[in-house]
Each structure stands twice: as structure tokens, then as C-alpha cells.
């Protein structure tokens, strides 16, 4: 029995985007996140005895050096170095860029494969594994010419940074299909670079593992990395838990609730309910309300208490804090139009909103706050002129629903204290 882990998009030291990092309890927490999920996995190979670890590229997350970053890594790679445990490793759009593995010895465990194409064996067995790493941040076209034929007779693995063939949360990288891997005549496609984990096939093995701790809302759920065994020619995989904070979404139906305590007690019952459904140590939570209410007003314009009531709530679990509350609550039909005051200033306020100067003004306010902010950081937020326009948009449209729900909330039970 040969066993091997097969990791990518570890992205070391990445931040964690999310609005609950607001709480500084929380910072301390996601602080070291990406390390944590690595030291996971170191960990599962010394406790597994495996032969090789393998890491299909962005290792790292950033361009900047980090000594601490450096000091971290070197130690773990010494702890599976100390136990005869191989690492291969392809650098990836973000390691291409990165310094800091040219700049730092690595323990003699250590293969990086370069731009070239390399294949190595695995001592005592008939394993061969194969890489190739990205020269530069952008690989637009195949790197599949680069790999060697596999060895005759033998296992042979891949280790690929790749889109394959295309996915919307990422950009186009080393493209391939999953047939042209199929055809190569592989055992095992070790791939990297979609966050999501995804088995393309088992005959032979095309697998990407996902990244091993999420960084936002967008990576929802425990992240795992895969324990890789071979028998007597044979492949079999499993996942093990990996990340320490999951991002998870929970949907609430408030349309049968009858007031505000009805809201309160749901909350708290929720909320401890997915906390002790959690596989990570920690969760950050996106709350969105949903359903038909009478109350739909009364709990907008209390929004900021209900902010504050369901992050308490959140934090009384122990393991959550809550990334948003969303209302996504319909009022309940109305059998004639609104014609009151309030009818009418809707409809004003939206046909404000439409005006081209409001449009003009609104994305001028906007860009006057992203100007306080680090350029990469700008592009993160709004990568293009559309999405300024989207945001402006939404900031308008839930300034009028707030200014509404202000008015015809007046005199209406609200959050209970």
C-alpha cells in the first residue's frame, strides 16, 4: 500500500473577505487560517505514513515577501522531511509571480518541477510523478505538450494547474479538456486552480481537490484535501476535513411569524442549530430572511437592531459570527394600488433613482470612497464600470426601502428589549 495526498490553492496567508471581520475576535481567528488548513494536512501525512505529498500550485496567495510566511512553511516541510515524506510541487498562476520560493532553500524533500516538464520516481515503487509549473502568472494555452509519456508499467501521476475547460469564477489557465487528460494515459491527474472539488473521472483518476480552506461566502462549506491509495495497481480516494472556518448561507422563512419575538426566538434556535452542524471549528454565516409578512416594513426600518440582535445570537453559539443579514421579504398582497402619500413617494423616489444625473452623481460618491482605499483592493470590490453602476443601483434602491420602511414603520412594535 503506497498512500499520497494530493493538495492545490492552499494560497498561504490569503484574507479572509468577509464583513464579519469587523469583530476583532474573529480576526484573531482568520488571521491564520490558509496555515492552519496546511498544518492539517501536514499532519495527515505523518499520520498516515503516506510517501508524497503532492501541491498542484498556488501555494502561495501574494506577490509580497514574508519572512513569517517563510519561517512557517520551512518548519512543516522539515516535520514531513524528518519522517521521509516526499513533496512535489507545480507553481501556479500565483506562485509564478511570487519570490519567495526562489529566494528560500527548501528542505531536500522537496521537488519543484519547472516550466520545462520533469517526471521523478517514487523511491522503492513503480510511481512515477509527473509535473509541469506555470513560467509566468498567465498560461493561456495548453501545457499538456510539455508532460512526457507515461512510464510503461507503472503508475504515473500529473500534477496540472489548470481551468481545463473554462469555469465563471476563474480565469482561463493551461486549458484542456477532460478527454485530452483521459487520452494521455495517466492513472492519476492530480489538477489545482478551481476552488471547488470536483472528480472529472476514476478511470483513470482526474481529480481537483478544491481549495482547502475557503476564503469567502463564494467557498462555501468544509474544505478537504485527498488521501490518495494505491494497492497492487489500484487507486482508490477520500477526503479529509481540512479547514478550520466554513462559510455557510442560512435561509430563514418569516412569513408565519407573528411578531418580533416570534424573530427573536427563531434566531437563537436557528443559529444554534447550524452551529452544531458544522464541520470546521468555526463558522461565518450569511443570514437571509425570506417569506410574505405584514412585518416586512416594521423589520426593515429595525434593521440595524436586527443586525445586532441575530450577530448576538450568532455569537451565543460559540462557533459563528454572521457575515450579513439579507431581507429578501415580500409585504403581502394588496388588492388595490397604493395610493396613499407614501404610495406616491415610491413612486417618485424610483423614478429618481432612474435619472441619469442620480446615476451620474451616486457613482461620483462611490468612487470618491474607493479613493481612500489600495488600488488592488478597489479592483476587488468593483473590477468594472458596470459593476459601479450595479452597486450604485443597489445602495439607492435599499436607501428608498429603508426611508419607507422608516415611515410606514412609525408607531409599530419593533425589536423587543
Not at 36 to 54: G, K, N, P, S, Y
Not at 367 to 376: D, F, H, K, T, Y
Not at 391 to 416: C, F, H, N, R, Y
Request: proline share 4%; hydrophobic share 40%.
Amino acid at each position: 500500500m503506497i498512500k499520497l495526498i494530493h493538495t492545490a490553492d492552499v494560497h498561504l496567508d490569503s484574507p479572509l473577505q468577509t464583513l464579519a471581520l469587523r469583530n476583532p475576535d474573529l480576526q484573531d481567528k482568520v488571521q491564520g487560517a490558509s496555515r492552519h488548513a496546511f498544518t492539517r494536512i501536514v499532519e495527515q501525512a505523518l499520520e498516515q505514513d503516506v510517501a508524497a505529498v503532492l501541491i498542484s500550485g498556488d501555494l502561495f496567495d501574494r506577490t509580497a515577501r514574508s519572512a513569517k510566511t517563510a519561517a512557517f512553511l520551512l518548519a512543516e516541510l522539515a516535520r514531513l522531511n524528518k519522517a521521509g515524506i516526499k513533496v512535489f510541487y507545480i507553481k501556479g498562476n500565483h506562485d509564478a509571480e511570487n519570490p519567495l520560493t526562489g529566494e528560500t532553500t527548501l528542505p531536500e524533500n522537496v521537488h519543484v518541477f519547472d516550466g520545462d516538464g520533469d517526471k521523478v520516481q517514487l523511491q522503492g515503487c513503480e510511481v512515477w510523478i509527473h509535473g509541469v509549473s506555470f513560467s509566468e502568472k498567465k498560461a493561456e494555452k495548453s501545457l499538456l505538450g510539455k508532460f512526457a509519456a507515461p512510464v510503461p508499467n507503472a503508475i504515473n501521476i500529473g500534477l496540472l494547474h489548470t481551468s481545463l475547460n473554462g469555469s465563471a469564477s476563474h480565469d482561463v489557465y493551461a486549458p484542456c479538456t477532460v478527454q485530452e487528460l483521459i487520452d494521455t494515459g495517466f492513472n492519476y491527474w492530480a489538477l489545482g486552480h478551481i476552488h471547488k472539488r470536483q472528480v472529472h473521472s476514476d478511470a483513470p483518476w482526474i481529480v481537483m481537490p478544491g481549495i482547502p480552506q475557503g476564503r469567502d461566502i463564494g467557498e462555501p462549506g468544509p474544505q478537504s484535501a485527498t488521501l490518495i491509495e494505491i494497492d497492487e495497481g489500484s487507486i482508490t480516494t477520500s477526503e479529509f476535513l481540512t479547514s478550520s472556518i466554513e462559510f455557510t448561507t442560512l435561509l430563514l422563512d418569516v412569513g408565519a411569524l407573528e411578531d418580533a419575538t416570534a424573530l427573536q426566538t427563531l434566531a437563537k434556535s436557528a443559529l444554534q442549530k447550524h452551529a452544531d452542524s458544522l464541520q470546521s471549528d468555526d463558522g461565518v454565516v450569511r443570514v437571509r430572511l425570506q417569506g410574505q409578512s405584514a412585518f416586512r416594513w416594521q423589520w426593515l426600518r429595525d434593521r440595524d437592531q436586527w443586525e445586532e440582535t441575530f450577530d448576538l445570537a450568532c455569537r451565543g453559539t460559540g462557533r459563528l459570527w454572521m457575515e450579513k443579514l439579507i431581507f429578501e421579504i415580500d409585504d403581502t398582497p394588496k388588492t388595490v394600488a397604493d395610493k396613499s402619500a407614501l404610495g406616491e413617494l415610491s413612486s417618485l423616489m424610483s423614478a429618481i433613482r432612474s435619472e441619469e444625473s442620480f446615476v451620474e452623481e451616486s457613482v461620483t460618491l462611490i468612487n470618491e470612497v474607493l479613493s481612500a482605499l489600495p488600488a488592488g483592493e478597489r479592483s476587488k470590490l468593483l473590477p468594472t464600470e458596470d459593476a459601479q453602476h450595479e452597486q450604485a443601483a443597489l445602495l439607492s434602491e435599499q436607501g428608498e426601502e429603508q426611508l419607507l420602511a422608516i415611515m410606514k414603520g412609525v408607531g409599530q412594535t419593533g425589536v423587543s428589549t
